[in-house]
């Protein structure tokens, strides 16, 4: 016991700070994602000038349309006309598009405007999310890096132009917060919509069901009524379906409509066997040579850092193996996918999905020499490959 006067002449105690892990996730994707945009705009303008040589100088509508290549302006078509504009538009899942033809009427630009407004609402709430999951897993330096290393990954630059990947990171990274909390009817409509913006939505029933089970003693003694919403998942699949019967003739049409992409299934892992040979058989700069080294490394690279996930002092907790599954089903199926002339087209972007390699690269970052190093190449590559990308160049697409 103390007496009165200790109690005098003690020093005032001050209250325990209040750890508010939604505000700090709020205000760390705000700083990132503020600082990608800068950038982006930055680079968007040099880029712009380099292509266009002593054309006028670019505004921002330019260097906003330059962003609108390749897959961007097939969902702002999608938005504007529907899937009748030919056989191989269906392989577009709706909610992406959807989204922006909800928001076209109030926005500029043709779709245009909007496609970029639903991917940078998308990007921030999937760093909000990312934040959040890892934050929750690792604590708040880990999450920190987690985020800025998911923006300067060299394709993370796709989450703020007019593709549907920020979307789908969004929906994905929430599912699997919401199924790790127990909120599995959140988990199960999160998924549902993941479905309905990819076909790869449908793999986030592997993950959550192992959290499920781990949840329930993995030999659940009665059967309770939210495992149910594991079943909700593919119903984002379904309704798409349902629709493609109904408009365009056939339930599997965005299957078919693949076919016009030269996508197909191999083997896993015969893909990236594929991915080597070209790599093997063509000149060193040859474009495929080159797009194929970019997909094949970027998922070898993915593989390596989710070794490390089971394996050596940066392996994750028992209890976090569903973060292992979820990236490990994306890595199997990125090198089990062929694409067109290229094998594992587009792989290098999917990667990013993979959330579980950020966050074993985060903990690795806490040497600041990594740290660094991961930075500053990663912004550099990242800021390369937009350039490329904007010149319209199908290395990067």
């Given at each position: 016991?103390?007496?009165?006067?200790?109690?005098?002449?003690?020093?005032?105690?001050?209250?325990?700070?209040?750890?508010?892990?939604?505000?700090?996730?709020?205000?760390?994707a705000l700083a990132v994602w503020s600082a990608a945009v800068i950038v982006h705009l930055v680079v968007?303008?040099?880029?712009?000038?380099?292509?266009?040589?002593?054309?006028?100088?670019p505004d921002l509508s330019s260097i906003v349309l330059a962003w609108n290549r390749w897959d961007a302006g097939h969902y702002v078509a999608i938005a504007t006309s529907g899937?009748?504009?030919?056989?191989g538009f269906p392989a577009f899942f709706p909610l992406y598009p959807l989204l922006i033809h909800v928001l076209d009427p109030v926005?500029?630009?043709?779709?245009?405007?909007?496609?970029?407004?639903v991917a940078h609402a998308a990007a921030y709430g999937a760093l909000v999310m990312l934040h959040r999951l890892a934050d929750h897993e690792f604590g708040p330096e880990v999450a920190r890096r987690a985020a800025w290393y998911l923006v300067v990954f060299p394709m993370g630059f796709f989450l703020f132009l007019g593709y549907n990947e920020s979307l789908f990171l969004l929906l994905a990274v929430g599912a699997l917060y919401a199924g790790r909390r127990g909120h599995w009817w959140l988990a199960g409509t999160l998924g549902a919509l993941s479905s309905a913006t990819r076909l790869f939505g449908l793999l986030l029933i592997a993950p959550l069901a192992v959290e499920y089970l781990r949840q329930t003693g993995w030999r659940p003694r009665r059967i309770r009524p939210d495992v149910l919403s594991l079943?909700?998942?593919?119903?984002?699949?379904?309704?798409?379906?349902?629709?493609?019967l109904i408009e365009l003739g056939h339930p599997?049409?965005?299957?078919?409509?693949?076919?016009?992409?030269?996508?197909?299934?191999?083997?896993?892992?015969?893909?990236?066997?594929?991915?080597?040979?070209?790599?093997?058989?063509?000149?060193?700069l040859d474009a495929v040579t080159l797009g194929a080294a970019l997909?094949?490394?970027?998922?070898?690279?993915?593989?390596?850092?989710?070794?490390?996930?089971?394996?050596?002092p940066f392996r994750f907790r028992r209890d976090q193996i569903y973060l292992v599954v979820q990236a490990g089903i994306t890595l199997v199926m990125l090198m089990s996918t062929e694409v067109g002339g290229r094998a594992m087209q587009?792989?290098?972007?999917?990667?990013?999905?993979?959330?579980?390699?950020?966050?074993?690269?985060?903990?690795?970052?806490?040497?600041?020499?990594?740290?660094?190093?991961?930075?500053?190449?990663?912004?550099?590559?990242h800021a390369v490959f937009l350039v490329i990308f904007m010149a319209g160049t199908f290395l990067v697409a």
């Open positions: 016991m103390t007496t009165i006067a200790e109690e005098l002449v003690a020093p005032p105690r001050t209250a325990a700070p209040v750890h508010r892990p939604w505000r700090a996730a709020l205000l760390a968007g303008a040099f880029a712009w000038l380099a292509y266009r040589g002593h054309a006028p100088s899937y009748h504009l030919g056989p926005l500029p630009g043709d779709g245009v405007a909007s496609a970029l407004v079943a909700m998942v593919p119903l984002g699949v379904a309704a798409y379906s349902v629709y493609c599997l049409q965005f299957s078919i409509a693949q076919d016009q992409w030269g996508r197909r299934y191999t083997v896993p892992g015969g893909a990236w066997l594929i991915a080597a040979g070209q790599i093997a058989g063509h000149k060193p997909d094949a490394g970027t998922v070898l690279l993915a593989v390596i850092l989710l070794i490390l996930c089971v394996r050596g587009s792989a290098a972007r999917y990667a990013m999905e993979a959330v579980a390699i950020f966050f074993v690269l985060a903990r690795i970052g806490a040497n600041q020499t990594v740290d660094r190093t991961v930075l500053v190449i990663g912004a550099a590559l």
